[in-house]
């Protein structure tokens, strides 16, 4: 195995670079939704890349390095999808589409998906969580009408409700729940809950 240090570990500033890292991202889905996690190395990613192994080392640790860059990537886009949302106003439909946009920000098998659920626990824990729903209400600070009183507990709820349902969804995937009903009850959930938000407003 090649040994690269953390400092001299590379990270994405050129175009070439940024290719390069969505070309190694984008390899090792595939092979994972193939041939499962037991069957990924970093041979098999470097390969399908189309780089050396040696170049996939100078941007990621290893194969959870990998999965836990994917599961953040789909995170970070479906974080900053929602805060789209959220900004735009409330229009019909809206809480479905946020509940969507988090149901499929990891695509692929139920097996894929625990794969990168658990590369991203690993990596980071709750905090992943927790940095994630920071950054979103920086994002929307100041640039969102919600129409009711968002305090920090009612921020909580709202962004972690739907998440811990989906990670429980996804670590108990022996329920084999329906995906389409599961989105049902999720936003039956947060609508309910935003309707008593509203209606605490003006009481």
Known sequence: MPQV?????????????????????EAAFQ????????????????????????????????????????????????????AEI?????????????VRTLATAFEGSPATRRALLDALTAEGGDDVVMRNHVTFFDMIAGKAALGFDLSPEAGFVLTHAVVGLLRAATIESELAL??????????????????????????
């Open 178 to 203: 329906n995906p389409q009903a599961l989105e049902d009850e999720l936003v039956r959930l947060m609508e309910a809950y935003i309707s008593a938000l509203l209606v605490a407003r003006s009481a």
């Open 5 to 25: 240090t953390e400092k001299t570990r590379r990270t994405p500033r050129q175009s070439r670079s940024e290719a390069t890292v969505e070309a190694i991202l």
């Open 86 to 98: 959220v900004i735009a106003g409330p229009e019909l439909g809206a809480v479905r589409l946020i």
């Open 31 to 82: 092979l994972l939704e193939a041939d499962g996690i037991e069957a990924l190395t970093t041979n098999h990613i470097a390969e399908r890349a189309g780089v050396s192994v040696g170049t996939l080392y100078q941007y990621f640790g290893g194969k959870q390095a990998i999965l836990a860059g994917l599961a953040h990537k789909r995170a970070e886009a479906a974080r900053d999808r929602i």
